[in-house]
């Protein structure tokens, strides 16, 4: 007869075995340590994106003997979480998308990512991208990761609510005023605001082309936000505020939606909006996009905020060599052609073909001369000061209203910041 | 004297090993290590750096916190007076009642709902220009309350979005308790001539004081940890202004990667969730108290 301490023993070891073959499960690539082809694991926080990525699984075999196992997350912080705990692991990811500014920093100074400076030398040496872009992921003069997109933030517009009031693309602050001045007069909200998120592009646009340094002097902590420069900045928002220029920001309407009915004119996002007023029913004969003029009559050049994601390999991944080898692939023209081809926006490699001829358009022009280029403001700014920023902005469109209270916590939140870095 | 392990003694503890272990292993480790993490610096990325009590320190001298505390305050009184009251008045009203279950069915359907469900839903309803606004301009009111934008509205208005899901289940709830009563005292309260409110405050009341522990027991810790829904409405906004311990927590560890502070706000929840239980059942729950 079986014991009874004989089961108790058998449960336990049982339990103790589970956990242990748990621990050793896990579907991974094909490609193991030291391998160019195979199929690579790779992870990101752009779910909606999967099928695009993996679309290029088919032409990659050209080039690259390497194809794409992906694994979306849909919560943002929940991946990122993922993957912070997946370096503790033997299963760190062979390629995964992460963010620039000082999310990559925290990676870089712990050893976590691989170097990419070959790969970039080589890019840059064939025109496949800016020197420009190359800053954003230079660290101690040594690059990581490669981008895995660009995005310029810029203003998109109805074309009929302009062609309605005889409203032409504005190229300068005043006409841009004057824009929406006429679209307010005649019933038309000029532009679209939210209380949650994305708050900050008005603010980024304001200060940025008002004056270049100050905004660098907020990455860097040598500017504040109370500084009587920042403050007039903002009494120029709530002037804007004030004149009703701006929408209801407690208004749950899909953005893109909302300016397809005309719910405003106008709305400053990022180029991969194009693919969410597409995803609305608009087409190009519906909606148009240009930079944003300049505050400041000044400036030898229009500055343009751009966003830049990464994709990165983590140092230890046992498929860091394949996670490279595709990196390596995805910078060039031919990957990039037909990354935009599958997920269209402009191209961060002057040689992709871009497929959408408006955003091929913008995208050239952007990147000409009378254009400068400065780091958007989620990336361009500490994390901490980022959260604490886009919600009082939040709140500032909600109840708009003396800037300064709103201006005093963000640099609350930046002198707690700054003084832990020294 | 020291006791001889009998092999029954020994084959009861390889009983209780398995069940143990994963205790040991998946709670009471997490909680240990939250509360180490609590007195550190950690960004989530190499090895957490010792600061004493500064997270702490940071954490009750921050305003915005303050404002956490209080609306988690609000949270909790409102779910007392809202779904606990009208989950009593439900069960009350239809107990005893023919077909009464399938008044109190309704009720409970959304709580088959996730909270980020709920809050979506209703995030719908309240929003600027939503299916409520929309609804009172068909009335002639065209310049309704921002609902999601004002504090305290906004709070109040999640607390009875909340009170939507979670009144179903207390109704359940206080309809066992009302079941399980004797009948002997109902009727002979009944032949004395009690009915009605006199009946609910001299019999019922005190008869369900055990059950109404446990109802407002799991109400408060509930709303101390309420999360779900405020995210789906509001994430705490505008600004910090609908924000909860919880939210605050979550805002900490996983949008700013700063665990050390993160763990001191689940430290303090975790510590004041416990004391408010514990003081909570063993006041209602003593054995020493007479019904």
């Known amino acids: 007869m079986i014991s009874r301490r004989t089961i108790a023993a058998a449960a336990a070891g049982l339990l103790l075995g589970t956990l242990a073959l748990a621990g050793c499960s896990g579907d991974s690539g094909s490609g193991g340590e030291g391998e160019v082809a195979g199929t690579l694991d790779f992870y990101t926080d752009k779910a909606a994106w999967k099928p695009d990525f993996e679309s290029l699984n088919e032409v990659s075999g050209d080039a690259v003997d390497i194809t794409l196992k992906t694994t979306g997350y849909s919560d943002a912080n929940q991946y990122d979480a993922f993957i912070k705990q997946s370096f503790r692991t033997d299963k760190s990811p062979g390629l995964f998308t992460w963010h620039t500014g000082e999310s990559l920093k925290q990676l870089v100074d712990e050893g976590l990512v691989a170097e990419t400076t070959d790969i970039w030398s080589k890019a840059v040496d064939e025109g496949w991208v800016s020197e420009d872009l190359r800053d954003s992921y230079t660290f101690d003069g040594k690059q990581y990761c490669v981008p895995m997109n660009i995005a310029y933030w810029i203003m998109f517009y109805n074309k009929a609510a302009f062609a309605d009031n005889g409203i032409e693309v504005p190229t300068t602050w005043d006409e841009l005023n004057t824009a929406a001045e006429t679209l307010k007069d005649a019933g038309v909200t000029p532009y679209y605001q939210t209380s949650v998120l994305f708050t900050f592009q008005w603010f980024q646009h304001l200060v940025a082309s008002t004056d270049p340094d100050l905004y660098a002097g907020l990455t860097t902590g040598d500017a504040k936000y109370t500084d009587p420069e920042i403050v007039d900045i903002m009494n120029v928002w709530l002037d804007e505020q004030k004149a009703g220029w701006f929408s209801d920001a407690g208004s749950t309407t899909d953005p893109a939606v909302g300016l397809k009915q005309g719910d405003y004119a106008m709305i400053n996002f990022g180029t991969f909006f194009a693919g969410n007023l597409e995803g609305a029913g608009m087409t190009t004969d519906d909606y148009g996009m240009f930079a944003i003029p300049a505050v400041s009559d000044d400036l030898d050049a229009t500055p343009v905020a751009v966003e830049s994601g990464p994709i990165c390999t983590a140092e230890n991944s046992k498929q860091r060599d394949l996670g490279l080898a595709y990196a390596e692939w995805w910078m060039s023209p031919d990957a990039q052609t037909a990354w935009n081809d599958a997920h269209g926006d402009v191209a961060f490699n002057p040689k992709a073909k871009v497929s959408d001829p408006a955003l091929a358009e913008i995208g050239e022009q952007i990147a000409g001369d009378d254009y400068m280029l400065y780091d958007r403001f989620f990336e361009a700014m500490p994390t901490e000061i980022v959260t604490t920023a886009i919600e009082q902005f939040g709140a500032f469109n909600a109840n708009p209203g003396d800037p300064m209270p709103f201006l005093e916590k963000i640099q609350a939140t930046a002198d707690k910041y700054w003084a832990e870095q020294e | ?291």
């Not at chain 2, 009983?15 to 998946?26: D, T």
């Not at chain 2, 180490?36 to 954490?59: A, Q, R």
């Not at chain 2, 309704?144 to 289940?169: C, E, F, H, K």
């Not at chain 2, 009915?195 to 405050?201: E, I, P, S």
């Open chain 2, 1 to 291: 004297m020291a006791h001889q392990k009998t092999p029954y003694q020994w084959s009861a503890r390889g009983f209780v090993a398995p069940g143990v272990i994963l205790v040991a292993v998946l709670l009471y480790l997490p909680l240990l290590w939250t509360v180490f993490l609590s007195f550190t610096k950690y960004n989530g990325l190499g090895s957490p750096k010792w600061i004493g009590l500064d997270n702490y320190v940071e954490m009750f001298t921050d305003g915005d916190f303050v404002g956490s505390a209080m609306n988690t305050v609000l949270w909790v009184i409102g779910t007392l007076i809202i779904p606990v009251g009208i989950g009593l008045a439900i069960a009350l009203l239809t107990w005893n009642l023919g077909g009464g279950i399938w008044l109190r069915l309704p009720f409970l359907i959304p709580y088959a709902l996730s909270g980020i469900g709920v809050g979506v839903v209703w995030s719908f309803i309240l929003s600027s220009g939503g299916a409520l606004d929309q609804a009172l301009a068909a009335f002639g009111i065209t310049d309704p309350p921002r609902w999601l934008l004002d504090a305290p509205l906004n709070t109040v208005v999640m607390i009875i979005a909340s009170s939507w899901q979670g009144v179903g289940v207390n109704a359940l709830l206080f309809t066992i308790g009302l079941q399980a009563i004797p009948k002997e005292p109902l009727e002979a309260a009944r032949i004395d001539g009690a009915g009605g409110v006199r009946l609910f405050t001299s019999i019922l009341w005190p008869m369900l004081r055990p059950l109404t522990a446990v109802v407002v027991g799991l109400s408060i810790v509930a709303s101390l940890k309420t999360f779900d829904i405020v995210w789906g409405m509001t994430k705490g906004g505008p600004g910090t202004v609908s924000e909860t311990l919880a939210l605050t927590m979550y805002k900490e560890t996983f949008v700013n990667s700063d665990y050390g502070l993160g763990s001191a706000i689940a430290v303090f929840l975790t510590v004041i969730t416990l004391v408010a239980s514990v003081l909570y059942l063993r006041q209602q729950l003593s054995p020493k108290k007479e019904m």
